[in-house]
């Protein structure tokens, strides 16, 4: 099956390969880590790989960075505070490349704007537009290990930029796509993508494969294995994506592909995911007609307040009832919003909301073809005496919103009712 | 006089200049200390100059990435170093400018190779070779701050380089000379130059002005104000170069000047310079034959060890002695290769040495016109009873070799006969 050139065992066949390896904050946070790293990069060399190496910073240090900035502004110039951020980074490859000509490699690094990285100028979160990947393919041909900071670039001013919070898989992914490498490899604190979070199910297991659009939904979910902008860029640009833990020796991580396996018999559902991060807020008695969401959210909007679900159903005598869920932190002053602001414009009855729920969702891509899926979730939570509060479906997810205190419980039935107690 | 375009007091006569400012570690060294040379640069801002700011690492931080890296190599590959130590003036830039923001100011940050300043690529100790300044031209115009990192430059392929310690001097001074500022203006936490040092003399005072080749022999004599090699280049591009205090609201600090000011009654000595860091060592009954000195000083410099003072006496018989000092803590290495391999291959009669010395010196411009000011040194010192040991001369200087414990009262009686003790 596809992915089998990025698997760690080469004894029997040979491969010869070129891999983008992401090593993230925590897997570079200490010497000895960065030691290890530079160990199992001198591995894959000795095996005859190309390696490619996008690191972030060392773990805390981006956060340092941005305290001490705030010593100066309250909301730091995000020009100046992208140059100040970027060194992050640029520490980490130096240390990593010593690190790796210290064991006898060849190593070399780069910044985002020595590579270079061409991005957008928006400062903090640009968009990678271009890469310059020539000279490291001169580097790699040469035997190097290429050693990238990642989360950054430059603008075609030459401007540092960087790529905001997770950016670094961005890079690797972007990287991987403008070199063809054979698999991008992010290394990260946990060994791939699990059926759910093993800390609430003891049952729950790594799944070998994920798609593109299940990791998309985990993602969003707040499964938080992989930025989601880079699962979308690996989805465009057709990488081969794989989330490896940089703890263990021998795991193969969970592949995310991006077409249907037809080959294989596939659980219908790959995963619970869940999130208690956020409240729900309903306006009540609506006038149903054209223009009304906009005239709800577009306020919520303005004050830059994200709203997750949003579920208006069919309404009744010209009034409908309006609910959306945004991050808890938000809730307050959204609620704010729509008493102040929404209700007496739009003259509805009422606004009413909580911040006491969880949304748990399942997913997979074989519910796309199985029926049943959504009545079966539905009974199970209800022989548990879990009452719905919200539902919202999408053609490979279904959430629901319940009571916070009934999360663990529904997503505990849930990943025992749809069989991912055992691996597949 | 020259140099009052570059006064902080514009109360009286309003000139506006075009400044190269340079902040050293130790005026950088906190957020509140970066906050203050925000507020000093702003007035400068107000006044209607325009403003070029070179500012270091933060005070420690340059040592404790040099720690980092050596947790990984020994012998940290020096590519890597550079990539990683310049991270520390990136941070200083960056802080500097959100701090002249926050202040209402308009300002920028520049990298060494966002400049671009090109260097050779002579890793830890590159040398300026050209200032891309047109860039920063254009900012001025539009009234912004140009805040640039000090110590720092990029090859022309790309890779980072350091200039090495003390490097950002340099590059305030190249910003100066490629952008024709009319004063470059060296920030330190001294406040000038001094006839000597206070904690020695307590009547050392500060020069208004004092002579670039002066300055050159107070450098290397250990007077460390300003790095020797920014001095130099000032000299060589005619920059105008003032040391000034970062702590200090009015001070006028210490004029560079690189011309003998024939207007003025100048002093005699400028100086007393001392160290107490040397060894001595002499290699007795050396056959006076050409060649001998390569001979003797070939396998020091192999062993890269610096030698400073050298003197040769005429020879008797054929035979001469032949002595130099080097750095104490290079004193056993030194004995043990002259003694050896060199006193056998030449035939020398003995090594004897000794690393209880200090050289003291005295420096000054004057003594090219004026006879007897060595006859003065040595009387002097004669009539407090201490003992020359080696004497060396060039046309500003005259250093002599004493015993360590004499050193203070040398510096002290010196400083007192040449009438520096009093301001002129």
Redesign the interface.
């Known amino acids: 099956m596809a992915g089998a050139a990025g698997r760690l065992d080469t004894r029997h066949i040979h491969i010869v390969a070129l891999f983008v390896q992401k090593y993230g904050g925590t897997s570079v946070g200490s010497?000895e880590r960065?030691?290890n790293v530079a160990r199992r990069i001198a591995k894959f060399r000795a095996a005859g790989h190309q390696v490619v190496v996008v690191v972030s910073a060392m773990s805390g240090e981006t956060n340092r960075?941005i305290a001490?900035?705030r010593?100066?502004?309250a909301i730091?110039?995000p020009?100046?505070?992208d140059?100040?951020v970027?060194?992050g980074e640029?520490?980490s490859?130096?240390?990593l490349?010593?690190?790796l000509?210290?064991r006898g490699a060849k190593a070399?690094?780069y910044?985002g704007?020595?590579v270079r990285i061409l991005t957008d100028n928006a400062y903090t979160k640009a968009r990678i537009l271009r890469i310059d990947e020539e000279r490291l393919r001169t580097d790699l041909k040469e035997g190097c290990v290429v050693v990238v900071a990642g989360f950054q670039g430059v603008d075609e001013n030459?401007?540092?930029t960087t790529l905001g919070r997770g950016g670094s898989d961005t890079t690797a992914v972007a990287l991987a796509a403008a070199l063809g490498a054979d698999e991008c490899q992010i290394y990260t604190d946990v060994d791939g993508v699990y059926t759910t979070d093993p800390r609430i199910v003891p049952e729950a297991h790594r799944l070998s494969t994920v798609t593109f659009e299940e990791m998309l939904e985990m993602a969003s979910l707040g499964s938080k294995v992989l930025q989601i902008r880079s699962v979308e860029f690996a989805g465009k640009y057709k990488v081969k994506l794989r989330v490896l833990s940089s703890f263990e020796e021998e795991g193969q991580g969970t592949l995310i592909t991006f077409e249907e396996d037809k080959d294989m018999e596939r659980a219908i559902i790959s995963g619970i995911a869940f999130n208690r991060d956020e409240a729900k807020i309903t306006v009540l008695g609506v006038p149903d007609r054209p223009g009304i969401a906009y005239q709800i959210l577009g306020p919520v909007a303005d004050a830059n307040i994200d709203v997750d679900m949003i579920i208006q159903n069919v309404g009744h005598d010209g009034m409908t009832d309006f609910s959306f869920t945004i991050n808890r932190n938000e809730f307050e002053r959204t609620m704010d919003i729509l008493k102040n602001q929404v209700q007496p414009h739009i003259g509805a009855r009422g606004v009413v909301g909580g911040n006491r729920i969880a949304k748990v969702s399942i997913v997979g891509v074989g519910m796309r073809s199985h029926v049943g899926i959504a009545s079966k979730m539905f009974r199970t939570l209800a022989e548990e005496g879990i009452n719905i509060q919200m539902i919202s479906t999408s053609e490979i997810k279904i959430s629901v919103v319940v009571d916070e205190k009934y999360m663990e419980l529904a997503v505990r039935v849930l990943h025992k009712v749809f069989e991912l107690d055992q691996p597949s």
Chains 1, 2 share one sequence.
Do not use: W, Y
């Open positions: 010497t960065i030691k960075l001490l900035a010593e100066f502004q730091p110039h020009r100046e505070l140059v100040m970027s060194t640029q520490v490859v130096a240390l490349s010593m690190a000509i210290d070399k690094s910044t704007a020595q030459g401007n540092i």
